[in-house]
T-cell receptor, first 114, second 112 residues
């Protein structure tokens, strides 16, 4: 039971390049999330998927696209990377239902855009 | 506006000492409050989750309190260890399937 996994761990891009960050969870969770974390700021929600087949914008969606490939996988795509997208990206998942529905985070992807 | 404010921003304590971190929130309607620990270079890990009716919850040397009337929470760490050095993030969930509201965290450094 690996929990939430993310690939890659580190990535350096040049301005204008594209890339996809991968996320997978093996906990049979309904909802999945993409966050970015910048120094001195709290985690900010980019996009989320409340359930398989649905995606919604979060607080900072500009410059990103997402795909909920199946119940396990939720990818984040940068079509044309910009230096402002230099950040640490975290994927998370949770099971929606009764109870407190804890959110579990992946280890993060550290992205630098030059 | 739904916000979570944490204090202090950073804290340095000696190994073995106790400390208390504060969290004030204006999130409404309230569902639950969580404290996460985030080690450097890792994702956040949940320490405690408290609902409206819970005043205190412990997890080993970590004790969280919640005052839903004043919208304040605290995280008390007893007999600190070097491994407690991390960022501690207060997070509040609103009712319904809505996104979490995150504080900016308190950076704790425990030194020998």
């Amino acid at each position: 039971n690996a929990g939430v996994t993310q690939t890659p761990k580190f990535q350096v891009l040049k301005t204008g390049q594209s890339m996809t960050l991968q996320c997978a969870q093996d906990m049979n969770h309904n909802s999945m999330y993409w966050y970015r974390q910048d120094p001195g700021m709290g985690l900010r929600l980019i996009y989320y998927s409340a359930s398989e087949g649905t995606t919604d914008k979060g607080e900072v969606p500009n410059g990103y696209n997402v795909s909920r490939l199946n119940k396990r996988e939720f990818s984040l795509r940068l079509e044309s990377a910009a230096p402002s997208q230099t950040s640490v990206y975290f994927c998370a998942s949770r099971k929606v239902g009764t109870g407190t529905n804890e959110q579990f985070f992946g280890p993060g992807t550290r992205l630098t855009v030059l | 506006k739904n916000q979570v404010e944490q204090s202090p921003q950073s804290l340095i304590i000696l190994e073995g000492k106790n400390c208390t971190l504060q969290c004030n929130y204006t999130v409404s309607p309230f569902s639950n409050l969580r404290w996460y620990k985030q080690d450097t270079g890792r994702g956040p890990v949940s320490l405690t989750i408290m609902t409206f009716s819970e005043n205190t919850k412990s997890n080993g040397r970590y004790t969280a309190t919640l005052d839903a009337d004043t919208k304040q929470s605290s995280l008390h760490i007893t007999a600190s260890q070097l491994s407690d050095s991390a960022s501690y993030i207060c997070v509040v969930r609103r009712s319904g399937n809505t996104p979490l509201v995150f504080g900016k965290g308190t950076r704790l450094s425990v030194i020998a």
